[in-house]
């Protein structure tokens, strides 16, 4: 039974990072009046359930929302990170979206904010602590933040069996293990996995120690060429690179050979094809640690784990009967289907740009503050699903560089994105004059036709 009644502009399904970057964007530019809502108690969406030592795997200088900065913009001086811009961890970013909440939205006097509550559908949602159910008259739109929201080990249950004598905890679990294991057993092929087996040696642990279960192997970018602001020089001369491997590639196979060869994407296994691609970030350093661990299981998924086997796809192992699992295997990112991120009376939160979450919700919420028609809004605003194998690499360029052209010649759309912190280019024009610039941009005018010509030919 419905309680109450409110009326808005704007319902938000979802205060996690794009939620909250979508509605910085829409009422900095905007008079609106928005209702958010979300399922948690706080916001930062998964956030909140993250692992304790997850650090962001781009920039903390372009995450968050427009209006608050993250962090103070410094560059490492050492650690694995060194060179580059500084990550965030979760206790930090969780720290942040409230701070965000308090000081910029709901200060604002433009949103009001429902923490604790399910939507269920038709502008209607319920508290999980009172049962009151609240109705919600829209003039505009409801948002939903939600489509893509990640599955993680926190709230996942493992997706293999393990018998009552074996031990197996959730990746955030590690910091509370209060005794050695015989061996510490990472399930899974991603990122989680990649920062459970980073956070093991880094805290001492031999890598002898440590079995890596991966189902698959994947290509990683290289950080170094994932920054912005002052090092955006290194951002431009990574594109460049892109386009010029691409102008000269035979063949998808040719074409990820010269991504390794010019430091564009790793792998940690030289010997192995990778046959994902998710889009983590990883630096030298990092990838040198990975590299120590040298007990790496290729077997396929795994199916059930007892105190003496291992049951995979490929076979049975022998496992230690004092080993500790660390579950890492949940899906991770979401790789639903695009669907127009504009629609009547909806709006469907995705990416435009390949991953950069907060900045693709900022812009469909500043592009939605102009005012423009349906179908310019979706023109301007194509949808860029999330990628999971190498060739959405391919895919994904096309789509953003599309956009990118499109935005190029909207001149709100330029000014917008000179000014928004989120975006990683941000400040290119104040650099064009270093010597590095001039020549990335060079050649990247001189690639990008015969590049994107050849990776449209790639794809089916």
Not at 121 to 150: C, I, W
Request: with cysteine.
């Amino acid at each position: 039974m419905v309680t109450h009644t409110l009326d808005t502009d704007y319902l938000v399904i979802g205060a996690g990072a794009a939620g909250m970057a979508f509605t910085d964007a829409l009422i900095a530019d905007y008079g609106a009046d928005v209702v958010m809502v979300d399922r948690r108690h706080a916001p930062g969406g998964h956030w909140n359930d993250a692992y304790p030592f997850v650090r962001l795997h781009q920039p903390s200088a372009y995450y968050g929302v427009n209006s608050l900065p993250l962090g103070a913009d410094t560059i490492d001086r050492d650690g694995p990170n060194a060179g580059m811009y500084e990550q965030a961890g979760a206790a930090e970013i969780c720290g942040y979206y409230d701070r965000v909440m308090r000081m910029s939205l709901l200060a604002s006097g433009a949103v009001r904010y429902f923490p604790m509550c399910d939507y269920v559908g038709e502008g209607r949602f319920v508290s999980r602590l009172s049962g009151a159910s609240v109705a919600v008259r829209v003039r505009k739109a409801v948002v939903d933040a939600t489509y893509l929201e990640p599955a993680v080990p926190a709230t996942s249950a493992p997706p293999f069996a393990v018998a009552p004598d074996a031990r197996c905890i959730p990746v955030g679990a590690l910091p509370r293990v209060d005794e050695p294991a015989g061996r510490y057993v990472v399930v899974g092929a991603g990122k989680t996995a990649i920062d459970a087996c980073l956070w093991l040696l880094q805290t001492g642990v031999d890598p002898d120690a440590i079995r890596w279960i991966k189902p698959r192997e994947a290509w990683l970018r290289n950080r170094f060429f994932a920054q912005g602001g002052e090092l955006v020089g290194d951002l431009i001369e990574g594109i460049a690179r892109q386009l010029e491997s691409a102008a000269h590639a035979m063949s998808p196979h040719d074409l990820f050979a010269r991504f390794e060869a010019s430091a564009q994407l790793f792998r940690v296994d030289e010997h192995v094809t990778p046959t994902m691609y998710k889009a983590p970030t990883m630096s030298t350093a990092e990838l040198g640690m990975l590299r120590r661990i040298r007990d790496v299981v290729r077997l396929g998924h795994v199916r059930w784990i007892d105190r003496h086997e291992i049951h995979l796809d490929g076979g049975v192992i022998a496992a230690d009967p004092g080993a500790l699992y660390v579950h890492c295997a949940a899906p991770g990112l979401n790789p639903a289907p695009a669907v127009p991120i504009f629609a009547d009376g909806r709006i469907t939160l995705q990416p435009i740009r390949s991953g950069l979450i907060p900045f693709n919700a900022a812009m469909a919420g500043f592009v939605e503050s102009t005012g423009r028609r349906l179908e310019e809004k979706n023109r301007l605003c194509p949808p860029n699903r999330l990628p999971d194998v190498p060739l959405d690499w391919v895919r994904g360029l096309l789509v953003e560089m599309d956009a990118d052209r499109k935005w190029s010649k909207e001149p709100d759309i330029a000014q917008w994105l000179e000014r928004s912190r989120l975006n990683t280019s941000r400040g290119l024009r104040r650099h064009a004059g270093r010597p590095q610039v001039q020549d990335a941009m060079a050649r990247f005018l001189a690639n990008v036709r015969p590049g994107l010509a050849t990776l449209r030919a790639m794809l089916p």
